[in-house]
C-alpha cells in the first residue's frame, strides 16, 4: 500500500476504543469522544487507519452483528461517503470481524500486520497482539478463535447466548490483565518493542506502529526507525498523526 499525501494532508492512527466496555454508559460517553475526534481530523485526513479492539467484542453472523455503536458506524460510513479511506485491523477483543465493514463501507479489514509506504516512509502497522516471545497461552488460544471449524461451532449458538458469554469473557479478560499489570511498561522486556528490533535487522520500516499495549510508547528501534504503540481511548485518548515528514503521537480531549 502507497499514499502520497498533499499539501496539509494527514495520516491518522488510532486504536483499543473497547467500545462496548465496561458498561453502557461509560461507553457511550467515549463513543461521543471518538466522534468529536473524528469530526476534529476529518478535514486534514488523507486516510483513518484504526488498529484493532475497536469494540470490546465484535463477532459477524451470517445475518447479525452486535448491536449498539450505530453512532460510531454511522459517522464511519459518512466519513466513507466522502471519500477518505478508512482501514480496520482486528485486535484480540473484535478478531471475528469478516465481511461486514468491506460489504457495507467499503472498508479493508486486516488480520495481520501490513507494511506500507506514505511519502517515501516505510511502515509496519498492526494491531500487535500474539507478536513477539512469550505469551503462550494466548497464542494457543488466538489459534482456537480463528479456526474456521471452532467459529461455525459458535456461530450454531443463538446470538443472545453466544454474545453474552462472549462479552462476559472480554470483560474476565481485561480484569486479568489489569491484575497481572500487563498494561505497565516493561523495559528490555517489552515484547512488542523486541518483535520490532527482530524485524529491523531482516528488513527496514522507519515507523512500526501497533496498539494492544494500551501504552503510548515511542521506542528507538534502529538508527532511524522507531516503535510507536497508540495507547488507548479508555482513559488516554491518544493517537497518531503522520504529517509526510514526521510521526507524532498525540492526546484528544484529556
Not at 484504526?50 to 455503536?69: A, C, S, T
Request: hydrophobic letters at 35%.
Amino acid at each position: 500500500m502507497n499514499l502520497k499525501l498533499k499539501e496539509n494532508q494527514k495520516v491518522f492512527f488510532a486504536s483499543d476504543f473497547h467500545l462496548g466496555a465496561p458498561d453502557h454508559q461509560s461507553s457511550r460517553k467515549r463513543e461521543d469522544k471518538i466522534i468529536r475526534w473524528l469530526n476534529n481530523i476529518e478535514d486534514e485526513a488523507a486516510a483513518i487507519f484504526l488498529v484493532g479492539d475497536l469494540f470490546d467484542f465484535w463477532f459477524e453472523y451470517d445475518k447479525v452483528i452486535p448491536k449498539g455503536f450505530i453512532r460510531f458506524i454511522g459517522k464511519i460510513a459518512q466519513l466513507r461517503d466522502k471519500g477518505i479511506p478508512i482501514i480496520f485491523f482486528t485486535g484480540n477483543h473484535d478478531l471475528w470481524m469478516r465481511e461486514y465493514f468491506t460489504k457495507e463501507l467499503g472498508i479493508p479489514v486486516y488480520h495481520n500486520p501490513i507494511n506500507l509506504e506514505i511519502n517515501h516512509k516505510r511502515m509496519l502497522i498492526g494491531h500487535g497482539d500474539g507478536l513477539g516471545p512469550g505469551d503462550t497461552s494466548y497464542k494457543f488460544l488466538k489459534k482456537v478463535f480463528t479456526n474456521k471449524f471452532c467459529q461455525k461451532l459458535f456461530k450454531w449458538l443463538h446470538p443472545d447466548i453466544g454474545i453474552a458469554i462472549a462479552q462476559k469473557w472480554s470483560g474476565s479478560s481485561r480484569i486479568s490483565n489489569q491484575a497481572k499489570n500487563e498494561d505497565t511498561f516493561k523495559g528490555d522486556d517489552e515484547w512488542l518493542w523486541q518483535y520490532c528490533k527482530e524485524v529491523e535487522e531482516k528488513m527496514h520500516f522507519d515507523y512500526y506502529i501497533f496498539g494492544h499495549r494500551h501504552l503510548p510508547l515511542e521506542l528507538k528501534v534502529g538508527e532511524n526507525s522507531m516503535y510507536y504503540n497508540l495507547g488507548e481511548w479508555i482513559s488516554q485518548f491518544t493517537y497518531g498523526e503522520f504529517d509526510g515528514e514526521k510521526f507524532s503521537l498525540k492526546t484528544f480531549e484529556k
